[in-house]
Each structure stands twice: as structure tokens, then as C-alpha cells.
């Protein structure tokens, strides 16, 4: 079989998604450490940014295959949910006319959660990346984070983005190792409980910030 034909065979996809996967939580962690220098003080924070900044074409680089990965790992996952949907509906076609409904798995809220977590990227990346809501230009990058951190609609936004993230991984963990074939008896009920951490972990570290945020808002903390 031609490594095109493998992976566009259903099996294909699926390792293809488990890959992209494992390369977002990858970036996830790293991106939640650097954030976290947040709490240690506006110079490590600042040294931090530059650092990442320092190298544009490197920078340029990683970028391009973070979005690929994003890319890459969205269209195919809509695609097999699509399949995924069709055989549902045909194998429980006889049972939910009988019930007058479709059973809810966890994998039906994987859609659901990475469309949420999509619209946040979209406003994430278009507040950070590109500029586009916030006139922080010429800030330093730690009163920049903290300054559009601290806009109540990005705070609220991020606070439900990254809950759900949360929420996707908690599933999405160990549907990585599923797909990879890397499931047994010995070893699966490990890699679930450390996805639910890393899970947990992703999704309070991350919706702490903007949390921050809304209390400097409040004028609860400076
Ligand atoms: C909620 C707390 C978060 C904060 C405070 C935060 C902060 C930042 C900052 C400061 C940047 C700009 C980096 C730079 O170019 O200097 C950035 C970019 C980015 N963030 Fe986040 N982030 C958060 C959550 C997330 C989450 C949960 C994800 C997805 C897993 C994410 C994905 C991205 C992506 C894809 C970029 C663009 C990378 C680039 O342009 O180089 N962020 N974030």
C-alpha cells in the first residue's frame, strides 16, 4: 500500500491525529511553563519573551509547523467524526427508533469541545499574535500579557478556552495511546490517570492567568 492510500485508510487518520496530538499537549506544556513565568516576576517573564523572540526565522519555523499540526490535526479529526457519525447513525439506526435517541459517548463531546477551544485559539492568537484587539504597542511583553489578560472579555474567553482543553484532554490522553495501538490491561489504567493530571494540571495552570486577570481588574490584586 502507498504510504498515501495508508494514511488515508481510517487507521491512517487515526494515528495521524494521535501524533498531531501528542505534538499540541507537547506545545501545551511548554507554553504553560513559559506563561507560568508570570508568577515569578516581570524580568524573568520579559527574558523569557525576548529569548523566543531573539531568533524570528527560527520562531517563524515553529510556528509554521504548530499551524500545520493545528491544521492537520482539526481537518482530519473532523473527517473521521464525520465517518465515525455515519456508522453510528447506521449500527444504532434499529435501537434509536426503538429509544427515540442516539447514546451520547465521550467521544461525541471531543467535536464539541475542539470547536470551543478553535474559537478561543482564533481570538488567542489575534490578540497575541497578530495584534489585532488591544493597543499594547511599544509594552514590554509582561504589562502586555497582563494588560490584555485583564480585558474582562479575553479573560472570560480564556477562563472557558482552556477549561476546555482541559475537558478534551481528560478524553483525548489516553484516545492517543488507543489509536497508536498501545492499549493494555497492564499498563492503560496508568496513562488514563496521568491524562486526567495532565488534564487538571493544563486546565488550572492555564485558566489561572486570565482568573489573575480579572481580579487586577477588580482592583483585588495590583
Ligand atoms: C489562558 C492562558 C494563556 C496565556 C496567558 C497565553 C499566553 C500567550 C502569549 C503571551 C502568546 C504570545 C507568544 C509570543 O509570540 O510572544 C501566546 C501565543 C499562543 N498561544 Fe497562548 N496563552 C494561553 C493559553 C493558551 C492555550 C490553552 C493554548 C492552546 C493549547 C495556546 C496556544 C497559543 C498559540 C497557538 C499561540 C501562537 C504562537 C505564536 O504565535 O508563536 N495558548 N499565548
Redesign the pocket.
Known sequence: MSPIKALSSKIGQKILVAITALG?VF??II??AG?LL?YVGKDAYNTY?HT??SNPRL?LV??IG?LIT?ALHIIIAINLSRQNRQARKNKYAVQASKQGRTPITPSLWMPFSGII?LG??LL??SE??FKLRHPTEGME?FAR?WFI?KDPISAIV??I??LF?GFHLWHGFQSIFQSLGLRHRSFTPIIEKIGMALAVF?ALG??S??FWGLLKNLGVLN
Open positions: 499540541l506545545f501545551s507554553h504553560l506563561n508570570l519573551a523566543l523572540h520562531l515553529v510556528e504548530l493545528f477551544i478561543f485559539l488567542h492568537v497575541f499574535t511583553p500579557t489578560l480564556y477562563m478556552g482552556s482543553v493544563l492555564f485558566v492567568f486570565p
